[in-house]
T-cell receptor, first 108, second 115 residues
Framework: GIQVEQSPPDLILQEGANSTLRCNFS?????LQWFHQNPWGQLINLFY???GTKQNGRLSATTVATERYSLLYISSSQTTDSGVYFCAVDRGTDKLIFGTGTRLQVFP | DTEVTQTPKHLVMGMTNKKSLKCEQH?????MYWYKQKAKKPPELMFV???????INESVPSRFSPECPNSSLLNLHLHALQPEDSALYLCASSQSTGSSQETQYFGPGTRLLVL
């Protein structure tokens, strides 16, 4: 089956720093989504981004489907950005396959 | 309204108990999902309901029994669970058509502890 790897696995930042999270996938995909899971377990959809670039406030994402990767940029990080970031892909079915996750801790 | 609700938030049960997890969405979504998430791991798909019919069962043990009474509700019936079934159980919904995945909206989850 398709493999979805994220890097780095852990990231520690001071408030105000910028960061880039990467998602690599081993085969072609139809769609890609980015999620943030807060420390209480709630998963929030950040981007639905099968290709191209999208921005939402301090967050932006880029997916290059032909090269099988996606990037999530976080600028001016805040403590509320802490949690785990997952990318997830599908191959044209109802099955969403999650990546390995990046655990982010932002300190004041 | 993009809310998916789940009850209960926490559940402790013995291995001989029968309990149910509930999930509700009022976004008119046609697909609903159950995921299991162990600590420090990504969510793993368990079941998918599409138009109130079970469309995907990821080889889940029969001690987990899903049910979709109507288009807004999804239940997960639990019976004779094992301690290794302790996890966060997440429900999600989307407007996906089966051939085209759309944004999935997740509930807050139920933290299950099996003693």
């Amino acid at each position: 089956g398709i493999q979805v790897e994220q890097s780095p696995p852990d990231l520690i930042l001071q408030e105000g720093a910028n960061s880039t999270l990467r998602c690599n996938f081993s085969d072609s995909v139809n769609n890609l989504q980015w999620f943030h899971q807060n420390p209480w377990g709630q998963l929030i959809n950040l981007f639905y981004i099968p290709s191209g670039t999208k921005q939402n406030g301090r967050l932006s994402a880029t997916t290059v489907a032909t090269e099988r990767y996606s990037l999530l940029y976080i600028s001016s990080s805040q403590t509320t950005d802490s949690g785990v970031y997952f990318c997830a892909v599908d191959r044209g079915t109802d099955k969403l396959i999650f990546g390995t996750g990046t655990r982010l801790q932002v300190f004041p | 309204d993009t809310e998916v609700t789940q009850t209960p938030k926490h559940l402790v049960m013995g291995m001989t108990n029968k309990k149910s997890l509930k999930c509700e969405q009022h976004m008119g979504h046609r697909a609903m999902y159950w995921y299991k998430q162990k600590a420090k791991k990504p969510p793993e798909l368990m079941f998918v309901y599409s138009y109130e019919k079970l469309s995907i069962n990821e080889s889940v043990p029969s001690r987990f029994s899903p049910e979709c009474p109507n288009s807004s509700l999804l239940n997960l019936h639990l019976h004779a669970l094992q301690p290794e079934d302790s996890a966060l159980y997440l429900c999600a919904s989307s407007q996906s058509t089966g051939s085209s995945q759309e944004t999935q909206y997740f509930g807050p989850g139920t933290r299950l502890l099996v003693l």
